[in-house]
């Protein structure tokens, strides 16, 4: 359905070491980087949608947009509580613990994180893997 997300930030170097090593568990790597901004995606496939961030195209500031976010989808509750974790070691902030979520679907496993220019990001995992 998506072709790719893009997501504003302030201070590039710091958003490339942020989404270079939360990326990395879920087989995501760097595929361009550029003046204002970088992509990540899957090395396999040069089609897949890919994640782009980079400094505002009309040259404002970075913002957070109120009720936006990206969610990456995780095989494991296991990898789901390691990218939480990492975005917190990484400088972002708790948005939501990992955990069930049943309010969305019984088998929604989630945790929610701010990367450290304030976008929302969820990481989930779904199916029989998040009620194992």
């Given at each position: 359905m998506?072709?790719?997300?893009?997501?504003?930030?302030?201070?590039?170097?710091?958003?490339?070491?942020f989404?270079?090593?939360?990326l990395?568990?879920?087989?995501?790597?760097?595929?361009?980087t550029?003046?204002?901004g970088?992509?990540?995606?899957?090395?396999?496939?040069?089609?897949?949608?890919?994640?782009?961030?980079?400094?505002?195209?009309?040259?404002?500031p970075?913002?957070?947009?109120?009720?936006?976010?990206?969610?990456?989808?995780?095989?494991?509750?296991?990898?789901?509580?390691?990218?939480?974790?990492?975005?917190?070691?990484?400088?972002?902030?708790?948005?939501?613990?990992?955990?069930?979520?049943?309010?969305?679907a019984?088998?929604?496993y989630?945790?929610?994180?701010?990367?450290?220019d304030?976008?929302?990001?969820?990481?989930?995992?779904?199916?029989?893997?998040?009620?194992?």
């Amino acid at each position: 359905m998506f072709d790719y997300a893009t997501l504003g930030t302030s201070d590039l170097a710091r958003a490339l070491r942020f989404y270079d090593a939360l990326l990395a568990p879920l087989g995501h790597v760097r595929r361009w980087t550029g003046e204002d901004g970088a992509s990540w995606a899957v090395p396999q496939d040069p089609a897949a949608p890919f994640l782009y961030v980079g400094k505002p195209f009309d040259g404002g500031p970075a913002t957070r947009g109120n009720g936006a976010m990206l969610a990456f989808r995780a095989p494991s509750t296991a990898l789901v509580r390691e990218l939480h974790r990492l975005a917190l070691a990484l400088g972002g902030t708790d948005e939501g613990a990992p955990g069930l979520r049943p309010r969305y679907a019984p088998d929604f496993y989630g945790a929610y994180a701010r990367d450290p220019d304030g976008n929302k990001l969820a990481f989930v995992c779904r199916g029989p893997a998040a009620l194992a």
